[in-house]
């Protein structure tokens, strides 16, 4: 599952619940409202809030499984001719980057922001003579 279709579920969810809140005021006057539910209502709340419970932990648990799975992927020193996949680390110019997104050919850490993050600096080392 996507994030695309949890979210797309989600908004489902949050459509029923508003039938189901709209339902409720519809049919019953603030007094009726006040005393407490019926079972069938408290079943039709809980079925509602479970659904949209487990859609989010499907999700979330499809997410956790991606991440787990995908770890750091080191690709070496940058090369001009590969293309790069988010989460990518290379380096470059003595310096560790990480794609930030799809990087194509070319998109030269440093060079395009966009794409690339700084995740360790290059470490200059003195010479004698230097100051």
């Not at 603030?30 to 079925?47: F, G, K, M, Q, Y």
């Not at 989010?56 to 997410?63: G, M, V």
């Amino acid at each position: 599952m996507t994030d695309k279709d949890a979210d797309e579920q989600l908004t489902i969810i949050a459509a029923r619940a508003a039938e189901i809140k709209a339902g409720l005021n519809a049919a019953y006057s603030p007094e009726e409202l006040r005393r407490p539910l019926s079972t069938r209502c408290v079943h039709a709340l809980i079925a509602a809030t479970t659904a949209a419970t487990g859609a989010k932990l499907t999700a979330l648990s499809a997410r956790v499984e991606q991440l787990e799975n995908g770890g750091i992927r080191y690709a070496g020193t940058w090369q001009r001719a590969l293309p790069y996949q988010r989460g990518t680390v290379v380096t470059s110019s003595g310096a560790m980057w990480v794609a930030l997104r799809d990087a194509a050919e070319g998109e030269q850490p440093g060079k395009v922001l966009d794409a690339w993050q700084l995740a360790a600096k290059a470490v200059r080392v003195k010479t004698e003579g230097q100051e």
